[in-house]
Every structure is written in structure tokens, then in C-alpha cells.
């Protein structure tokens, strides 16, 4: 269903009421009922495909701080892009200026980056053509059509 490329991708989750998380190293967060939108970029072998396999998947080890996020609350869509450029930073910075935009916890999905305060956004709106036209990455796919994981 994924593309084997390299992207960049978003993963969108819904979350019905408040969750206390806890992510290895950074603690124990409680985030509110919400929009999430997680942003990440797959380069390594087997590109998008095996990255959002893993993270759809349920039974993981816990690796990236997105990982602990999915194992509770199954992403419930999914904005990706295979172009050659790494939209990840690009992406963040957008969609902190959506207006309503908070940063639910500083440091989660960016240990490697220096740009971004988090790669996780707490949002007020997730319909896909306002989060199209304000990330304007080329190439854009949006699934909300998750294949069914029997992890959940």
C-alpha cells in the first residue's frame, strides 16, 4: 500500500480523552483530547512503506518517541510525500502557524534536529485539504483509509 521511496510523512491521531504517556527518557506527559499530527521522514532501506508498517503495527519494540504514542492510540490517517526533498523541519514549522497550534511536548520526535522545538503538533484542524495547502509539500497523498491492523 506504501510507497518503497524515501518521503516524508505525517501521522494524524485522534485523541477522545485526556492520555497519560509515558516516553522513555522524556517522561510522563498527559496529553488532552485532540488533534496530533507527528511528523517524520523515512531514508532508510525500504523507505516509507517499512517505516509506516512499523508504526502501524501494535506489538514493537519501542524505539522512536512516536512509537510509544501509536501503541496507544492508532494513527487514524496519513499525509506522505516521496519527494527528493526531506519536507520533515518544513512541515513542523507550517503547521505551527496554523492558528490554534500548540506544542503538546517539547523534544518528542526531534533527538536529531535543531530546528524544531518538538515534531509532535497538537491541532486544531486536520481536514486534509487546510493541512495540503498549508504544508504545500509537491506530491502530497493523504490516506484516511488505514489498512486494518490485527495488532488492535
Not at 34 to 60: C, I, M, T
Not at 85 to 113: A, K, M
Not at 129 to 142: F, S, V
Request: with cysteine; proline share 8%.
Amino acid at each position: 500500500m506504501w510507497p518503497r521511496d524515501p518521503g516524508t510523512y505525517a501521522l494524524i491521531f485522534t485523541l477522545p480523552r485526556p492520555l497519560s504517556l509515558t516516553v522513555g527518557r522524556l517522561g510522563t506527559r498527559l496529553l488532552l483530547p485532540g488533534e496530533y499530527v507527528y511528523v517524520g521522514s523515512a531514508r532508510g532501506a525500504g523507505g516509507l512503506a517499512a517505516r509506516l508498517h512499523r508504526h502501524l503495527k501494535r506489538d514493537k519494540r519501542l524505539h522512536w518517541h512516536v512509537d510509544y504514542l501509536a501503541t496507544q492510540v492508532f494513527p487514524r490517517a496519513v499525509l506522505y510525500t516521496t519527494a527528493i526533498t526531506v519536507h520533515e523541519c518544513d512541515w513542523v514549522t507550517c503547521l505551527l502557524h496554523l492558528p490554534g497550534t500548540t506544542i503538546p511536548w517539547v523534544g518528542f520526535g526531534n533527538s536529531d534536529c535543531v530546528r524544531c522545538p518538538s515534531h509532535l503538533v497538537c491541532v486544531q484542524n486536520t481536514d486534509p485539504n487546510t493541512l495540503q495547502a498549508w504544508l504545500g509539500a509537491e506530491g502530497l497523498e493523504y490516506v484516511d483509509k488505514m489498512p486494518s491492523s490485527p495488532d488492535y
